[in-house]
T-cell receptor, first 110, second 116 residues
């Protein structure tokens, strides 16, 4: 079983839709959970990070963690064409490295 | 806003040649990382570096790879004898603290390495 699993998509939605992106993980040692956005041929850019189970909101973005199910989500409200990118989940277990999911490619259609 | 920079943006090399990828981390950061992303695949950790030594490395980071902080600002990744399968995007990252707490890693824009 992979440490972090993420549906690669692509996911196409109309402008204004609510987008749900998800990752599952197997390593219960993961403590922090990050969502990065990556535009084509660019470096990952941190959107949000969460620690505990529950929700964390930042503008149109909400990150959700369910440690009991080993499941994390990122919701994007009122999606815009500029949100079109690849969204990477990443996890940190207290060592030096991040473990990334494969990324979900999102396309928001105008 | 401070950012991680990387040069070159694209490097083309012949198989068997040595390449050096360069990074300038954010100036007050103490921890440095290299990751790679083969086209269409996930971002993978290669190595972390702190206090002039490797703190952790992955199984990918074999003897053909080395890292160095030659001066107070640059952080380099050297690939001694490149192989076709080394073709990937290489990302440098830096963070200012690890301790026992979460350390946000800031990523550079990447260097695309193409091995012919």
């Amino acid at each position: 079983q992979k440490e972090v699993e993420q549906d690669p998509g692509p996911l196409s939605v109309p402008e204004g839709a609510i987008v749900s992106l998800n990752c599952t993980y197997s390593n219960s040692a993961f403590q922090y959970f990050m969502w990065y956005r990556q535009y084509s041929r660019k470096g990952p850019e941190l959107l949000m990070y969460t620690y505990s189970s529950g929700n964390k909101e930042d503008g149109r973005f909400t990150a959700q963690v369910d440690k009991s199910s080993k499941y994390i989500s990122l919701f994007i409200r009122d999606s815009q064409p500029s949100d079109s990118a690849t969204y990477l989940c990443a996890m940190w277990a207290g060592t030096y490295k991040y473990i990334f999911g494969t990324g979900t490619r999102l396309k928001v259609l105008a | 806003e401070p950012e991680v920079t990387q040069t070159p943006s694209h490097q083309v090399t012949q198989m068997g040649q040595e390449v050096i990828l360069r990074c300038v981390p954010i100036s007050n950061h103490l921890y440095f990382y290299w990751y790679r992303q083969i086209l269409g695949q996930k971002v993978e950790f290669l190595v972390s570096f702190y206090n002039n030594e490797i703190s952790e490395k992955s199984e990918i980071f074999d003897d053909q790879f080395s890292v160095e902080r030659p001066d107070g600002s640059n952080f380099t990744l050297k690939i001694r004898s490149t192989k076709l399968e080394d073709s990937a995007m290489y990302f440098c990252a830096s963070s200012d603290s690890r301790l026992a707490l979460y350390n946000e890693q800031f990523f550079g824009p990447g260097t695309r390495l193409t091995v012919l």
